[in-house]
């Protein structure tokens, strides 16, 4: 059943556009016709999951599965949240706004360890249970049925997930490890087969543990060791790590109302990375690297363009530079779109592959941001980590950038890596002034950087899982460099908080010990961890929540930088290389058997230090996360981690020889890289086209949940809607050009209107019944179109010629029910006034008395019998029993004049001497002076 949407999703909302769930391509399958019932729970807000690409392709993927349907929910705002609670409201699906706990089964997308704080947010939010045993206990069979768990199975994917999910086991019914578009619709097979079938919730469980990729913590038990192992004996001992072919056709659809932190059109053009960088988790967990045939590429992007109206699209990859067809693809795009006004962009990429064929496909009207990733600041450190990359074609791919046009670069640097030193910490410093003291010339704007500078936070199934560095070292790190950058201009630098880099540590090695502390941090108040606005609160409830656990020796650890497998050559002082020292065992007592893998922690600060041979007990011990099969050797990491202290690098086995890593198998399949076609000639840039043949006015009706789309908004709307439709709307000039559209006058946010007006400038005549059928065709339901006019080209836009607009206001006294003759007797008040004065303060300060009555031409009580459907829907959805539906006309010109609803309520209050409640606002129409 739905909850009340309409009260909880108000204009005092922040952006209530997050939870309309009525996106373009958001899919409304009917409630009756699914035997089985998703949720993808993406557990931040709306801004950043709709943007996620897992989410939108395995949503879309669901989708087309037969007896199934696929909703979303999001984190809800503060605001939303406080809402839910005070009205005892349990947290909805956006698209069928039913209550979560409706649904069979909720998928959490995990994405990094601080945010499972987030998950159990949303779980308390929608009255779920948070641990698997409390969701069991006392409940029946899980299907159909008079004795039905009220609870859908909770499940959890996403590369933290996959990589270590056993500090969160107990709040998981299973995990899905890897690649989800193969594995969701397997697990959809046996639910529907288990319902069908009546098993009980430990038997559905059951079944899905023996799919590959499927990892049920019930069915394991942490041993004394440490490491984790099956509780009964048909459960594979190793969960195997599941992987699929990238599918882009999939990455068309959600094309969100508000802006999302990606707000464009997102195709996957090569998955997984083998440059085998040491540091990053993802090379290792998305192994093998398969690229996606250029063709596919092509036809994903052309269509989700003209398909979703974006003007702006993104090739997705861990090495987007890799996929030997970049250039090819991107030219070939260009080419086909280029009086389309798009422009491309890529994410990070490897400044030693960036050349003119990359960046001649970068960009179009508006000129993108250029980022590589150095890592480190010298070539030791950068062979230390098996980066892969030289001063030589550092500086080759930082100038080719600055020779192409850019004149700001960002970069991305780590301090904290294995081997360190000073010098290499302020090598970072020495490089980029290096850079730009190579890219300058006369008569040329300096390059300028903007330098993230993160801190290095060991992860499982990477060679330096077993490495850690203290919370002291990082600050000393940190104020090295803020000495060094001080005098450097034309550098900004960014660093991470070090207290996050802790927490991510912590919890990230952690085992199943470490869930009773994951939960307390939330109760304390953890959440949006890794929000900058939050830090502070979070660290300071998982240093609580860590404290009342009687784990603070553990967590010193990862702050002190403890448990060191490297030992300092003689004679070098561990206080002036930052080495930190091993506690005395004896004062531990007992609680060296306790320790987890975050015992297996080491700080090599000294270039000089001599790894422990990897086959000594702490390299073997059991880590938390070895029955997971990712495909990665554990023995290849120990070997590795031995030559990165030799500053020995390894080739990337997708251009040169196998590495012999272990991935390459019949589970996880093979390196797939496709040559590269010809780069097609490039065709020219998009040069905007800027003829007024014919200009179009249309009016236009928001109403419904439309209501809550903000101006921007609707204008972004409508230009998405043009270039969806092909039709040829003529642009501005100059280095931005912008769709010719003028909406006529902004309309507050959750007023509804049937009389709005916008301007559109075609480049070529178009029939005007033709114009509104592709445009309606183009638009939501409840954006109608009313009425298209076609003007001559010099006519003064619509906002210049505005007067007065035309309001229906519902509005309630807050004295109770007041007779109708009353509500006439303060209107004749209000009519017979000359002045009516108001208050107004301008953005400088300064108070300005304005007389309303000047600009108040109409005021009338109308009853509901002559209002037509539209607006009596609009009026009375939110009145109540000692509501009145108001009519006003005032003064709406462009110069500021203007009798905004809000004002009539403060002329009322000002005639009566009550208070009055505005429920809800209707533009009845704008007037334009003849």
Not at 28 to 35: G, M, T
Not at 611 to 620: A, E, F, H, T, V
Not at 684 to 701: C, D, I
Not at 802 to 819: D, I, K, P, Q
Request: aromatic residues 8%; proline residues 6%; charged residues 25%.
């Amino acid at each position: 059943m739905a909850v009340a949407f309409e009260k909880l999703i108000s204009p005092d909302i922040l952006k209530p556009a997050r939870y309309l769930g009525n996106e373009l391509e958001a899919v409304h399958k009917p409630w009756e016709s699914a035997v089985v019932r998703w949720v993808l729970t993406y557990p931040e807000v709306y801004e950043v999951g709709a943007a996620n690409l897992g989410h939108v392709i395995l949503y879309n993927i669901l989708n087309t599965q037969p007896r199934q349907l696929c909703d979303r929910s999001y984190l809800p705002g503060a605001d939303l949240a406080a809402k839910l609670r005070a009205t005892n409201t349990p947290l909805f699906a956006v698209e069928s706004k039913r209550a979560l706990t409706e649904f069979d089964i909720l998928g959490f997308s995990l994405s990094y360890e601080l945010g499972v704080t987030n998950i159990l947010e949303m779980l308390d939010l929608a009255g779920i249970p948070l641990t698997w045993r409390e969701r069991i206990e006392g409940i029946g069979r899980w299907g159909d049925g008079e004795n039905s768990t009220p609870y859908p199975l909770i499940f959890a994917g996403g590369q933290t997930a996959t990589s270590n999910p056993e500090p969160y086991a107990d709040f998981f019914d299973f995990v899905a490890l890897g690649d989800g578009e193969e594995l969701l619709p397997e697990i959809g097979l046996i639910l529907e087969e288990g319902k069908k079938a009546g098993l009980n919730r430990k038997e559905l469980l059951l079944e899905l543990a023996q799919i590959p990729g499927v990892y049920v913590p019930q069915f394991y038990d942490m041993a004394p060791d440490g490491s984790v192992r099956p509780n009964r004996p048909d459960v594979p001992k190793r969960i195997l790590r599941r992987v699929a072919t990238p599918m882009p056709a999939y990455s068309i659809g959600l094309v969100p109302y508000i802006q999302p932190v990606h707000d464009r059109l997102t195709i996957e053009i090569r998955r997984g990375c083998t440059r085998g960088c040491r540091f990053c988790q993802p090379g290792m967990l998305t192994r093998p690297a398969r690229d996606v045939e250029p063709e596919r590429v092509v036809a994903a992007i052309e269509q989700g363009m003209r398909q979703t109206g974006y003007n702006e699209f993104s090739l997705l990859s861990l090495s987007c530079s890799d996929y030997l067809s970049l250039p090819a693809v991107g030219m070939e795009i260009k080419n086909r779109l280029k009086n389309e006004n798009i422009t491309l962009s890529l994410p990070s990429q490897r400044v030693d592959r960036f050349d003119e064929n990359i960046a001649n496909i970068l960009g179009g009207t508006r000129q993108g941001g250029l980022t590589f990733a150095p890592e480190a600041g010298t070539q030791r450190m950068r062979d230390i980590v098996n980066k892969g990359l030289t001063n030589e074609e550092l500086l080759r791919g930082v100038k080719t950038g600055w020779e192409q046009g850019w004149d700001k670069i960002k970069l991305y640097f780590m301090i904290g890596l294995p081997g360190e030193t000073d010098t290499d910490v302020l090598g970072i410093a020495e490089t980029v002034s290096w850079l730009q003291r190579e890219c300058r010339a006369n008569r040329r704007r300096p390059l300028s950087f903007n330098l993230t500078i993160s801190n290095f936070t060991p992860k499982p199934h990477t060679p330096f899982q077993w490495h850690s560095v203290s919370t002291a070292e990082f600050k000393r790190k940190q104020d090295l460099l803020r000495q060094a950058f001080r005098r450097m201009k034309g550098v900004k630098v960014n660093f991470t908080d070090v207290r996050i880099s802790a927490m991510e540590d912590f919890v990230g090695r952690g085992d199943r010990t470490l869930a009773p502390v994951v939960r307390r941090a939330w109760e304390l108040g953890a959440g949006m961890d890794s929000w900058y606005e939050s830090v502070e609160k979070a660290y300071s409830a998982w240093g609580t929540a860590i404290a009342e656990a009687g784990l603070d020796w553990k967590y010193r650890q990862v702050e002190n930088g403890e448990w060191n497998l490297f030992a300092p050559e003689e004679g070098v002082g561990d206080r002036e290389q930052g080495i930190g020292k091993e506690r005395d065992k004896e004062d531990e007592g007992d609680k060296v058997e306790e320790r987890s893998s975050l015992s297996i922690q080491c700080s090599i600060q000294n270039p000089k230090s001599k790894i422990q041979n990897p086959k000594s007990p702490s390299l073997d011990k059991p880590l938390p996360w070895d029955h997971l099969d990712t495909g990665i050797d554990k023995k290849w990491l120990k070997e590795d981690l031995q030559r990165a202290l030799q500053a020995a690098t390894v080739p990337d086995c997708s251009f040169d020889g196998c590495s012999h890593c272990g991935v390459c198998s019949t589970d996880f399949g093979h390196n797939v890289v496709i040559p590269p076609p010809d780069i097609p000639k490039f065709a020219g840039e998009f040069v905007p086209n800027t003829t007024k043949a014919q200009r179009l006015r249309v009016w236009f009706g928001k109403l419904g949940n439309m209501a809550l789309v903000s101006h921007l908004d609707l204008l972004r709307l409508f230009d998405r809607a043009l270039r969806r439709a092909g039709l040829p709307i003529s642009f501005t000039g100059g280095f931005h050009p912008h769709p010719r559209i003028a909406i006529a006058s902004a309309l507050s946010l959750g007023a509804t209107s049937s009389g709005e007006i916008v301007d559109f400038d075609l480049t070529e005549p178009v029939e005007m019944e033709d114009f509104r059928q592709k445009l309606a065709a183009a638009l939501p339901s409840d954006t109608p179109l009313y009425k298209v006019e076609q003007l001559d080209l010099k006519t003064p836009a619509a906002s210049q010629g505005l007067e007065t607009a035309e309001y229906l206001m519902t509005v309630a006294c807050s004295n109770g029910e007041v007779a109708p003759v009353q509500w006439q007797s303060w209107i004749d008040t209000i009519k017979a006034k000359d002045e009516i004065l108001w208050k107004h303060t301008t953005k400088s300060g300064k108070t300005q008395l304005v007389n309303l009555r000047d600009r108040l031409f109409e005021l009338e009580m109308v009853e509901p019998s002559s209002l037509s459907a539209t607006n009596f829907q609009g009026c009375f959805k939110h009145q109540e029993a000692n509501a009145v539906v108001l009519r006003y006309v005032g003064s709406c010109r462009q110069d500021g004049t203007v009798l905004r609803p809000e004002q009539i309520l403060s002329i009322l209050e000002q005639v009566a001497g009550a208070e009055f409640h505005l429920l809800h606002v209707h533009r009845n129409r704008l007037v334009l002076a003849v």
